[in-house]
């Protein structure tokens, strides 16, 4: 990480980054340009798929706006962040993952459908080590270091111009501070993409109690190694990804671990006799917990893993963005604001194949910023928003799972694809996605013991590895899929909430 940063990067912002700021966009303004001026928050997974398909077209002059001083977003682990876990977003020590962080997806649906991981990579469930270099070579690749501002956070966002219901597109102000020197910039743009991500703001939910405890108390996004919690009795509090990896890492160093999840689902303590899984938790005291028949726990440590927020700072009320914990609106098809067609959010979508499904976003709104997709007026947008929401609510799915696509993100890419004119995902895709939910759901403890991989469009293998970390070549099957659904512990949707 540091050879990174002190060797391409830096050479980069003093070399070819500062030419491309006193390049094209400096032309840009000076009014000699005729091409679309876009502009790119953030440079995380998301960001890059963007400069990858406009940076690249000599149509669009593209610069994309990062806070840090390197690529790739949450996968970024600075050297020493274990003891600085409540550092500001401007801090080069800002962190929202820890040490020993694996992906949750096999391999083959973790990259970017246009560029596989190196042959050299074996692992299905990569470490962050692996997928930091995979965004490396990607950005190698593709030569993306040019078009990207390090040590720009972004302001604030005003559209300006016509705005909506007018017959001209709706332009932009980007307010940009450069975190080195403190100079502030405002330019104008055609269009803003929001690649910022969602993993900033946590959601912190009402506990009833919790202020009486005088232990530690974190959320998950400040954990980072599991010694810490070495001889603790600690209370974990979620159900999700976070909640699932935090305690398996902590079991073999905490004497006592309890979850609390709304729903009792046994998943842990058949396995491990130092974690109890309670739904019933009803208040704290000083250095326990209590449960609802009155059972008294004693807990050093709280973590909660509660999930984040989303949380756009820099737009300004103008933009007529509206936020809360898990939707962003209005936005059709969770992508293009239906007021301004030219902001765009990428990314929205969880519980999906997040970096496939944000590539199909990308490459739906550059055909429609080429002219190759034309838009429904703003009222018809906005109805088709308000109706697919509306249908999610009548299905159960909670507000703050508005963006949620476990089981309509094959539809939602085809769609896209089909208008767009790119591939939509092969029928292995949702195999596999489907196969890997069953195993994590199941045992989340040892999912990542397997091999997963897909062998061509249609089919994909899941082997075991035994203790040598070779695997034993298993293909699956329709009947292991559905053994595998049959194994799926009871309450799993209720997990979801």
């Known amino acids: 990480m540091a050879e990174h940063q002190n060797g391409p990067l830096t050479e980069h912002q003093n070399g070819p980054l500062?030419?491309?700021?006193?390049?094209?966009?400096?032309?840009?303004?000076?009014?000699?340009s005729m091409k679309k001026k876009i502009a790119v928050i953030g440079a995380g997974m998301t960001g890059l798929c963007t400069l990858r398909h406009f940076a690249l077209d000599p149509d669009y002059d593209v610069v994309a706006f990062e806070r840090m001083d390197t690529i790739a977003g949450v996968w970024n682990y600075p050297e020493g962040c274990e003891k600085y876990t409540d550092e500001p977003d401007t801090s080069t020590?800002?962190?929202?993952?820890?040490?020993?962080?694996?992906?949750?997806?096999?391999?083959?649906?973790?990259?970017?459908?246009?560029?596989?991981?190196?042959?050299?990579?074996?692992?299905?469930?990569?470490?962050?080590?692996?997928?930091?270099?995979?965004?490396?070579?990607?950005?190698?690749?593709?030569?993306?270091l040019p078009f990207i501002r390090f040590r720009h956070k972004v302001e604030q966002i005003t559209p300006v111009g016509k705005a909506g219901?007018?017959?001209?597109?709706?332009?932009?102000?980007?307010?940009?501070?450069?975190?080195?020197?403190?100079?502030?910039?405002?330019?104008e743009f055609d269009?803003?993409?929001?690649?910022?991500?969602?993993?900033?703001?946590?959601?912190?939910?009402?506990?009833?109690?919790?202020?009486?405890?005088?232990?530690?108390?974190?959320?998950s996004c400040e954990y980072r190694v599991p010694e810490a919690f070495q001889d603790k009795n600690v209370l974990i509090i979620g159900a999700k990804t976070s909640a699932m990896d935090i305690t398996t890492e902590i079991v073999p160093f905490a004497r006592q671990v309890i979850v609390y999840r709304r729903f009792k689902v046994s998943i842990f303590e058949a396995k491990f006799p130092n974690v109890s899984e309670i739904a019933d938790l009803v208040d704290f005291g000083a250095d326990h917990l209590v449960q609802k028949d009155g059972t008294v726990r004693p807990i050093d440590a709280v973590i909660l893993c509660t999930g984040y927020i989303f949380d756009y700072p820099f737009l300004s009320p103008e933009c007529h963005v509206t936020v809360s914990r898990g939707r962003v609106a209005p936005l059709w098809r969770h992508l293009i604001h239906c007021e301004f067609p030219t902001l765009a959010f990428v990314g929205l979508a969880n519980m999906a194949i997040f970096i496939q499904v944000a590539d199909a976003q990308v490459r739906f709104y550059k055909a429609v910023t080429d002219g190759r997709v034309t838009l429904p007026n703003e009222n018809i947008m906005r109805d088709e928003t308000e109706a697919e929401f509306q249908g999610r609510l009548k299905q159960g799915i909670p507000e703050h799972l508005a963006h949620e696509m476990i089981t309509s993100q094959w539809d939602y890419v085809a769609e896209l694809a089909q208008e767009a004119g790119f591939e939509p995902f092969p029928p292995v895709a949702r195999k596999m996605f489907e196969a890997n939910g069953r195993s994590i759901r199941a045992a989340p403890y040892e999912f990542r013991n397997y091999r997963m991989e897909r062998l061509d469009a249609e089919n994909f293998v899941r082997e075991p590895l035994n203790p040598t970390g070779k695997a034993n070549g298993i293909v699956v099957s329709q009947e292991q899929l559905d053994k595998l659904d049959k194994e799926t512990l009871a309450g799993r949707r209720n997990i979801a909430n």
């Not at 020993?100 to 459908?113: F, G």
């Not at 269009?191 to 959320?219: A, D, Q, R, W």
Request: charged share 25%.
């Open 165 to 187: 219901g007018d017959d001209a597109p709706t332009k932009w102000q980007v307010t940009v501070r450069d975190l080195e020197s403190g100079t502030v910039t405002t330019n």
């Open 191 to 219: 269009n803003v993409i929001v690649c910022s991500g969602h993993f900033h703001t946590p959601y912190l939910p009402k506990i009833e109690g919790i202020e009486k405890f005088k232990g530690t108390v974190m959320h």
């Open 18 to 32: 500062a030419a491309h700021q006193n390049g094209p966009l400096a032309e840009h303004q000076n009014g000699h």
């Open 93 to 144: 020590r800002y962190c929202r993952t820890y040490r020993n962080l694996r992906t949750n997806s096999p391999r083959d649906l973790t990259r970017y459908p246009d560029f596989p991981f190196p042959k050299e990579v074996t692992e299905s469930y990569c470490n962050r080590a692996t997928v930091r270099k995979y965004f490396d070579a990607y950005t190698e690749h593709f030569g993306l």
